[in-house]
């Protein structure tokens, strides 16, 4: 028979490797620029950026309005159809709050926040976006570590490795489509 303090030494190792075990958490493997679809067929390309607080959407024609005595944004996101057609989806969100934004070699901005819904690695996520032209870059949209923290391993030599979106049917349709 072992010692007390053998079994006693033995017990604790083994309650220590469960509770080891269970602070492990499992996490999405994604590639650093991965599709984001907001709606049935708007597929918009993003790149995730661990550096970045704060995920950003380009909007354009961004209007603040109030709606039943409440702060609310206008806005539309610009997009390519797979045509090559340039193409306008409106959309109005209740106003989140407005985020300052320190910019490398620029002064700080300050632009609204939204909450969007929207499917990202075959699952249904809200988050909140900054609203930002992004014409000059190359993704239209940025999904920052407020986003992808604690859940998210991002693979900075894949691109496109989430899980689809094909099957989500949670993905609201009600937007207004329009062409340029």
């Known amino acids: 028979m072992l010692p007390s303090f053998v079994r006693v030494l033995c017990l604790f190792c083994f309650c220590f490797s469960l509770n080891a075990q269970s602070l492990i958490v499992e996490k999405d493997r994604v590639g650093w620029v991965e599709w984001v679809q907001f709606a049935a067929h708007l597929k918009l390309k993003a790149k995730l950026d661990s550096g970045a607080k704060t995920s950003s959407l380009d ?16 806005f539309q996101l610009v997009y390519k159809s797979k045509k090559n057609q340039l193409l306008r989806k409106a959309y109005e969100r209740p106003l989140v709050r407005k985020v300052k934004i320190k910019r490398h070699g620029s002064a700080s901005q300050r632009r609204p ?3 969007m819904d929207f499917c990202f690695n075959g699952r249904m996520h809200r988050t909140e976006f900054s609203l930002v032209t992004r014409s000059q870059f190359i993704y239209p949209i940025l999904l920052g570590r407020d986003f992808l923290a604690d859940w998210v391993m991002i693979d900075p030599g894949e ?5 689809r979106c094909d099957g989500v049917s949670a993905i609201s349709r009600n937007q207004q489509t329009v062409a340029l």
């Open 59 to 74: 909007a354009r024609e961004v209007e603040l309005f109030s709606k039943g005595g409440e702060s609310w944004v206008r």
């Open 113 to 115: 926040v939204v909450a």
């Open 159 to 163: 691109t496109y490795i989430a899980a």
